[in-house]
């Protein structure tokens, strides 16, 4: 079992940068793949970002590749989201999710944990 809680989001203007945290709770963090997702309102929840469990292989969606930088620190049982050049079109409920697997998947599917959820809006 793993419990996600996301932090840092808020109101920023474009250009901007922000770092999302997602904490999780239980001993198996470190061999799960963590991923970020994001839901834009009115949109379906998309894929945006994930790591391996031992922090090696990242993999981003295009949207937001060379901007955001996936991480995690296992000693932390923590991992961050770090998001520069920030977009009115970022503006999302951002969301962690943690994968049993330990494979780096984009599906939704297989990520079995996910958090609550933390707000990004991207002013113009």
């Known amino acids: 079992q793993v419990q996600l809680v996301e932090s840092g989001g808020g109101l920023v203007q474009a250009g901007d940068s922000l770092r999302l945290s997602c904490a999780a709770s239980?001993?198996?963090?470190?061999?799960?793949?963590m991923g970020w997702f994001r839901q834009a309102p009115g949109k379906e929840r998309e894929f945006v970002a994930a790591i391996s469990p031992g922090g090696s292989r990242t993999y981003a969606a295009d949207s937001v590749k060379g901007r955001f930088t996936i991480s995690r620190d296992n000693a932390k049982n923590t991992v961050y989201l770090q998001m520069n050049s920030l977009k009115p079109e970022d503006t999302a409920i951002y969301y962690c999710?943690?994968?049993?697997?330990?494979?780096?998947?984009?599906?939704?599917?297989?990520?079995?944990?996910w958090g609550q959820g933390t707000q990004v809006t991207v002013s113009s």
């Open positions: 239980g001993r198996t963090f470190s061999s799960n793949t």
């Open positions: 999710a943690a994968d049993p697997s330990g494979m780096i998947r984009a599906y939704q599917r297989y990520y079995r944990y």
